[in-house]
């Protein structure tokens, strides 16, 4: 070998030599400082591990077994816990970081992760939120960001309660990007993302809790399987903790899908939500009322102020519900069971609900189903969210309806029974938040009521005689065998809801049609 070529041979040993005594050197120093900066965390905050795996060539950093512990800075309780079995960083670019001052990194990796937070209803989250985005100095880029078998509880600081939890969630995001520099109101930007998980469970406030068994989210679509709100109570318990008239509710939705979903930010907090659709698929709805229980007397807005009054913008383009039921339950009598009322076959289209939509766009409710045995029923129900009169009109069609089909309702709950048939019935309501006049028409043949004596089970004859003196018992007497309504104006009970707007109404307009002379005075 020349000597030329043997000082080559030397230099190119030496390079290599001091290459690697700086790479080690490097990474000891790179490992000192990631120690050094664990331990002068702020003094809220402790974070452990077992052990630091560092590459500098490839600028991959993991951390084994990390687990971080936050406390409250005034209380000194602990506000969250996580652990993980690994948190990793690969392809850190040391040119961004140096030359850009950008922290630009190719995944960042939270794997088996543990969460648990202890919530603080008078601490506010948005304090906490705006701190790590002061913390952040430099632009935060990640071409993916994951992850993988989550498990998350949330705790009520107050009681200890459980608020939230959730298992089995993984999450996936490309090309995340956070600049704490930004004018953006969104506080972070990326370009795709999907979370699944399992075993949702929400506590939606002190008497009601939602379960799910499955759900997925990405950028356009969110598909939720196994949905649940159901109250805490048992019907007898509920009705021993209320101070005044609550639903117990029993609602379990197979699937919910909700498409090209889209969430807007003002300021950097979430202020709006849109959707072109929302499909509830298979709804099965009991929901039991104790009118024993003391009335709740305050003020029950439209569903037109609601959608108005919200504190966010919300556009849903149009709702469908799929095949639903409904069963609606009244105790109205301490010894006497409860009455029922039954939809099923429950199909419904609502457009344009919510209140982002300007003049001339209207929420719109179409529904046809079966009421209690094989009654068709169609409504169709409309307003302006935007009119603050809460101007509304609800048109109604009745099927063929035996009059005993109502009887496990009117039984138990009015002491009374019918007899007869409705052959058609129809009304149209025009009302807003105070009053409304109702027009109805029905056709009905031996329409008999019978008052019941108090045991619920005998008929009382001269008071059903009497009623019965004043109700026409078929409307064949009138030339196109319909009787209608004459009625003025009903006026609403602010402190009850839509429903029984509606219940006041028809109401109204049979009473008219039957009684009267099935005539209306134009």
Known sequence: MSQKRKKITLIIALCILVSTVLLFVGQAIVKNKIKAAVVNLPESMALD??????????????????????????????????????????????????????????????????????????????????????????????????????????????NDSLIVKAEKLDFAITEFVM????????????????????????????????????????????????????????KEELSKVITTERDHFDLRIPKIEIQNQKVTFENKKINGFSSDKLVINLPVFNIYRDKLVVDDLTLKPLYSKMLRDLDFKLQVKQVDIVDGAIIYEEKVKQDHDAGQLHFKRFNGQLKNVGNGYQLPNQTTIALDCIFMESTPLAVNWAFDVANKTDNFVFKAELGKLKAADLNPFMQPNLNLKLEGD??????????????????????????????????????????????????????????????????????????KSIFNFVWKNTQAGLISAMAGDGTKDE
């Open 49 to 158: 591990y077992q052990d630091i795996e560092l590459n500098l060539l490839t600028g991959h950093i993991n951390l084994e077994a990390p687990s971080l512990k936050v406390t409250g800075k005034t209380t000194g309780k602990v506000n969250a816990t996580i652990a993980m079995t690994a948190f990793s960083v690969s392809g850190f670019s040391y040119w961004d970081y140096m030359i850009n001052n950008k922290i630009a990194v190719k995944t960042i990796d939270f794997k088996d992760p543990k969460i648990t937070y202890y919530h603080n209803a008078l601490v506010s989250t948005e304090i906490g939120g705006q701190s790590v985005m002061d913390n952040l100095k430099q632009v935060l880029h990640a071409d993916n960001l994951t992850i993988s078998n989550a498990n998350l509880v949330i705790f009520d600081r107050a």
């Open 179 to 234: 600049d704490p520099n930004s004018d953006s109101k969104v506080p972070f930007v990326f370009n795709n993302s999907i979370l699944n998980g399992t075993n949702l469970k929400y506590k939606a406030g002190v008497f009601e809790t939602i379960t799910v068994d499955d759900f997925t989210l990405d950028n356009n679509n969110v598909s939720i399987e196994g949905f649940s709100l159901k109250t805490n109570y048992t």
């Open 422 to 495: 409705l052959i058609k019935t129809y009304f149209t309501i025009d009302g807003n938040s105070n009053t409304s006049t109702v027009n109805l028409k029905t056709k009905y043949t031996n329409f008999d009521i019978i008052i019941l004596k108090d045991n619920g089970k005998e008929k009382n004859k001269l008071l059903s005689g009497i009623i019965n003196l004043f109700v026409s018992k078929n409307s064949s007497n009138q030339p196109d065998n319909f009787r209608d309504s004459d009625t003025k104006t009903v006026t609403r009970d602010s402190t």
